[in-house]
């Protein structure tokens, strides 16, 4: 997202939805803006909306990506699948991974786990798969959450 203006806009004209009486603050606009600014504007309004049709609070970040992202088990499932039908084409290669998806894949013993893997015992490594891709989702979020954010030393 380039538009800082209309995200903030857009943040604005939400908050008044929830809290008509009260003015968005800027640094929410700002930790925002941080959290979200990798995502397209079309995928932001797109949650925006879906939230304000079923979210009775101003929504979190959190809420927002789950709406853009969908959530990790759902996302597990697809990028489970996506990897096993790389390792039914038995070309012997590894697959371009994202970041998340790779952290995932090496938590549970690497590309050859998957790949060499039996069918008979393939289910476990899916589990097993499941819980390290979502480890990996909260520990991104984690990341992403600290990003502009240093704790400020109160002197006394």
């Known amino acids: 997202m380039e538009n800082k203006a209309k995200f903030a806009e857009t943040m604005a004209s939400t908050w008044a939805i929830y809290y008509p009486d009260k003015e968005l603050p800027h640094i929410t606009v700002k930790g925002y803006w941080e959290v979200l600014n990798k995502y397209t504007e079309e995928a932001f309004s797109k949650a925006i909306v879906q939230h304000i049709q079923r979210g ?3 929504p979190k ?22 990897l096993i039908a790389f390792a039914e084409k038995g070309t012997g290669e590894r697959p371009k991974l994202d970041a998340k998806t790779d952290r995932a894949v090496s938590a549970i013993g690497g590309w ?25 989702s909260s520990e991104e979020r984690r990341e992403a959450l600290s990003l502009g954010f240093e704790p400020k030393r109160i002197e006394a």
Do not use: M
């Open 56 to 58: 009775k609070f101003f």
């Open 61 to 82: 970040p959190a809420d927002l990506i789950e709406l853009i992202e969908g959530t990790d088990s759902q996302n597990a499932g697809s990028v489970w699948a996506s």
């Open 112 to 136: 050859t786990t998957i790949s060499h893997c039996p069918y008979a015992q393939l289910q476990w490594v899916e589990k097993r798969f499941k819980e390290a891709y979502d480890s990996a």
